[in-house]
T-cell receptor, first 113, second 110 residues
Framework: NAGVMQNPRHLVRRRGQEARLRCSPMKGHSHVYWYRQLPEEGLKFMVYLQKENIIDESGMPKERFSAEFPKEGPSILRIQQVVRGDSAAYFC???????????FGQGTRLTVV | QKEVEQNSGPLSVPEGAIASLNCTYSDRVSQSFFWYRQYSGKSPELIMSIYSNGDKEDGRFTAQLNKASQYVSLLIRDSQPSDSATYLCAVTGGGNKLTFGTGTQLKVEL
């Protein structure tokens, strides 16, 4: 499967726990984006990364959220001390950086109980 | 003012009709424009991209861009029940990140 791969598809965490979401970009893509979709809301940009480099994190909450895209392995979105308001679908997208547009993974549905 | 605005709908059209979806954007430096389709509980799927004024056709889909009016539209000809989904308009500015509208729900009725 050459598409954008995200795992896990579903993740349940108790309040205060950590959530780790993983994303492997499409083959040949070096740019990774994370978006969050809250229930009944649109997709909101969180962070844009290239290998070993955060390009734009203007959409990331200032606390508890972090992202990385190491030289080897998938991109990781990490949420520490999760709260119920973090419950959402988190989508990863990738592209080559020159268009025609980003391709999305299947998403991780995070539920905080 | 929202950066990308869409009518939330639902927009209902009969099978075989033309569905017209509209989107306006506020940032004049927006450079690239995209339409994504999202089925309920699924991920967004890229269906059209357009970069210059005018029309771009791909099968039953036509994207229209008017930068002077800051307006993008998507026409779906011969609408099918399988086209029933939420259609998301997205734009990029100077960078690569996508700014999305909240989407228009389309219902194609038999």
């Amino acid at each position: 499967n050459a598409g954008v791969m995200q795992n896990p598809r579903h993740l349940v965490r108790r309040r205060g726990q950590e959530a780790r979401l993983r994303c492997s970009p499409m083959k040949g893509h070096s740019h990774v984006y994370w978006y969050r979709q809250l229930p009944e809301e649109g997709l909101k940009f969180m962070v844009y990364l290239q290998k070993e480099n955060i390009i734009d994190e203007s959409g990331m909450p200032k606390e508890r959220f972090s992202a990385e895209f190491p030289k080897e392995g998938p991109s990781i979105l990490r949420i520490q001390q999760v709260v119920r308001g973090d419950s959402a679908a988190y989508f990863c997208a990738s592209d080559t950086g020159t268009g025609p547009g980003a391709f999305f993974g299947q998403g991780t549905r995070l539920t905080v109980v | 003012q929202k950066e990308v605005e869409q009518n939330s709908g639902p927009l209902s059209v009969p099978e075989g009709a033309i569905a017209s979806l509209n989107c306006t954007y506020s940032d004049r430096v927006s450079q690239s424009f995209f339409w994504y389709r999202q089925y309920s509980g699924k991920s967004p799927e890229l269906i059209m991209s357009i970069y210059s004024n005018g029309d771009k056709e791909d099968g039953r889909f036509t994207a229209q861009l008017n930068k002077a009016s800051q307006y993008v539209s998507l026409l779906i000809r011969d609408s099918q029940p399988s086209d029933s989904a939420t259609y998301l308009c997205a734009v990029t500015g100077g960078g690569n990140k996508l700014t999305f509208g909240t989407g228009t729900q389309l219902k194609v009725e038999l």
